[in-house]
């Protein structure tokens, strides 16, 4: 079997500037939730999806750069779908 990454999404930091360590990526689909937003983003051919303050990304299409929290990281077996229990 493989190896899954499970983030959640407030394990997704998200900056407006280019840093060491952060990727950049494009907003696609903001969604408002009161005091902060749900952000999926396209990285490559593939979607994260983000929690920021209500209002920090400004629309689809918006260039921001991100990376992930190692320590909110969690891995799954790709075929039980079972956690390994393994943390980074």
Same mark, same amino acid.
């Given at each position: ?18 840093? &060491? @360590? ?8 903001? *969604?408002?939730?009161?005091? $902060? %937003?749900?952000?999926?983003? #396209? ?16 629309? &689809? @299409? ?8 190692? *320590?909110?990281?969690?891995? $799954? %077996?790709?075929?039980?779908? #079972? ?6």
């Amino acid at each position: 079997g493989g190896l899954t990454l499970g983030i959640r999404p407030e394990g997704v930091l998200v900056r407006h500037d280019a840093a &060491p @360590g952060y990727i950049p990526v494009e907003a696609n689909i903001i *969604e408002p939730l009161g005091s $902060f %937003d749900i952000v999926d983003l #396209k990285v490559g051919s593939t979607m994260l999806r983000a929690r920021t303050k209500a209002g920090y990304v400004s629309g &689809p @299409g918006e260039k921001v750069h991100v990376r992930i929290d190692p *320590e909110q990281a969690h891995f $799954f %077996d790709t075929t039980s779908c #079972k956690s390994l229990g393994v943390r980074l």
